[in-house]
């Protein structure tokens, strides 16, 4: 008996003590949610597709050309906005990796005078040939800390993703309008049909986290578990399933 009530505490402190997380679902004006890619803006001249799939989110935009003649992104004025500051695509600095060189001999290793090294500069300006695409990883959405979230949570149950687990998860589910979103940013892009940006034109996207759910981090990702039978052998075993959400992000939470 005691055996029991001592795994029966041992189960509720595991589940007490397990560390949770925020699922955020962004959106964005001028943009659409679609299913597997993202949130997404399709016009005749480009395909532009913002996708966030990582935790803290890292912002991966993929610009494709439909034109039939280049497509040229200024990244010298193209800017991520958070609030009121800026951080800027490109900086007129250049990357240097220095190595030296050594020989070997009788009595170990020992460096000579050469240095070799590599500069590496960005792209000022990104060229996209006709029916091509350019992809760009840069910022992340929210590094540090994490989201304070202010109204009242409607709670919801979620099937458990846990093997063995039957009982529903519950759910903290925070919805938020554009302008009351706790998660705000905006994403500045500058663009040409022609090398000289004689016809420039500006996309300008306003992000905010629409909804944000605080759940056990165990129901981001889960197990699939996959049964195997032959003529000798059969079992089970169990495969981890990637976090996969191109609209959002999460943030795990520290255990309290």
């Known amino acids: 008996m005691k055996t029991i009530i001592t795994l029966l505490i041992a189960g509720l402190l595991v589940t007490a003590c397990s560390p949770k997380a925020q699922l955020v679902t962004l959106r964005g004006t001028n943009l659409r949610p679609v299913a597997d890619q993202g949130l997404v803006m399709d016009t005749d001249t480009l395909t532009l597709r913002y996708s966030f799939t990582e935790e803290r989110g890292q912002m991966h935009i993929l610009l494709v050309n439909k034109l039939n003649r280049p497509l040229y992104v200024d990244w010298k004025r193209s800017s991520f906005i958070i609030g009121k500051e800026k951080l800027d ?27 070799n090294g590599v500069i590496s500069k960005d792209d000022a300006v990104g060229f996209i040939p006709p029916g091509t695409q350019l992809e760009k990883r840069q910022f992340v959405v929210y590094p540090n800390g994490s989201i304070r979230l202010p109204g009242q949570p409607e709670i919801i149950e979620e099937a458990s993703k846990t093997i063995g687990r039957k009982k529903p998860v519950p759910v903290d589910v925070y919805t938020y309008q554009p302008d009351q979103s706790p998660l705000q940013f905006r994403n500045y892009l500058t663009l040409s049909t022609d090398k000289d940006f004689k016809t420039e034109f500006h996309i300008d996207t306003k992000f905010w986290a629409s909804d944000i759910r605080v759940m056990p981090a165990s129901q981001l990702t889960g197990v699939a578990l996959h049964e195997y039978e032959s003529d000798e052998y059969s079992g089970s075993y169990t495969v981890p399933i990637p976090f996969k959400k191109p609209d959002g992000f999460f943030i795990r939470l520290p255990i309290q």
């Open 89 to 115: 695509y490109w900086y007129d600095v250049a990357d240097v990796n220095l190595g030296t060189s050594s020989v070997s001999s009788w009595h170990g290793r020992y460096t000579v005078g050469s240095i």
